[in-house]
């Protein structure tokens, strides 16, 4: 009688999951201070934002991210926002420059929001806007710089 074994073969590669530096929290709840969030977007090259127009930003978003190191200081954001149907997006994915662990702390947060979205989202395609430092990060989780030449604009409103 013959055995038959039948081979497993992903559908993807999936990386193993990354993980934080001992001390450094990752959290969902209760967004950051604004001022906090400020001062976060402001260190990584970001624009001033009026207050009001970022508590409305958290306010329109489905969820959020945050990572804080041991001293409890915010080094990591993301936020996602979406039409629920079709399609989502991560806004302000940001590493604190000053953060010796910068580059895990944007690859956490970028697993960690990925994955939420497939969950919570399957189907929906994804989109974000991400600074130069991220894109290690981002090659790491499947993403494509430029897949066929496409390229994406936007448009800053002031």
Same mark, same amino acid.
């Given at each position: 009688?013959?055995?038959? %074994?039948?081979?497993?073969? =992903?559908?993807?590669?999936?990386?193993? =999951? =990354?993980? &934080?530096?001992?001390?450094?929290?990752?959290? @969902?709840? $209760?967004?950051?201070?604004?001022?906090?969030? %400020?001062?976060?977007?402001?260190?990584?090259?970001? =624009?001033?934002?009026?207050?009001?127009?970022?508590?409305?930003? &958290?306010?329109?978003?489905?969820? !959020?991210?945050?990572?804080? +190191?041991?001293?409890?200081?915010?080094?990591?954001?993301?936020?996602?926002? @979406? $039409?629920?149907?079709? +399609?989502?997006?991560?806004?302000?994915? @940001?590493? !604190?420059?000053?953060?010796?662990?910068?580059? %895990?702390?944007?690859?956490?947060?970028?697993?960690?929001?990925?994955?939420?979205?497939?969950?919570?989202?399957?189907?929906?395609?994804?989109?974000?806007?991400?600074?130069?430092?991220?894109?290690?990060?981002?090659? %790491?989780?499947?993403?494509?710089? $430029?897949?066929?030449?496409?390229?994406?604009m936007g448009l800053g409103l002031s």
């Amino acid at each position: 009688m013959k055995t038959i %074994q039948s081979l497993l073969i =992903p559908f993807r590669n999936q990386p193993s =999951p =990354p993980a &934080l530096p001992e001390g450094y929290g990752l959290e @969902s709840g $209760d967004p950051p201070a604004t001022a906090e969030l %400020q001062g976060l977007l402001l260190a990584c090259g970001d =624009p001033p934002r009026q207050p009001e127009r970022l508590v409305l930003a &958290l306010k329109r978003s489905i969820w !959020h991210l945050s990572v804080r +190191n041991p001293a409890g200081e915010l080094v990591g954001f993301v936020r996602a926002t @979406s $039409d629920l149907a079709l +399609n989502a997006n991560l806004w302000n994915l @940001s590493g !604190h420059p000053g953060d010796p662990h910068r580059d %895990q702390v944007v690859l956490v947060l970028v697993h960690t929001a990925l994955n939420r979205l497939r969950r919570e989202l399957p189907g929906c395609s994804i989109s974000l806007s991400a600074p130069p430092e991220a894109v290690k990060a981002l090659a %790491q989780q499947g993403f494509v710089v $430029d897949p066929g030449g496409i390229r994406a604009m936007g448009l800053g409103l002031s």
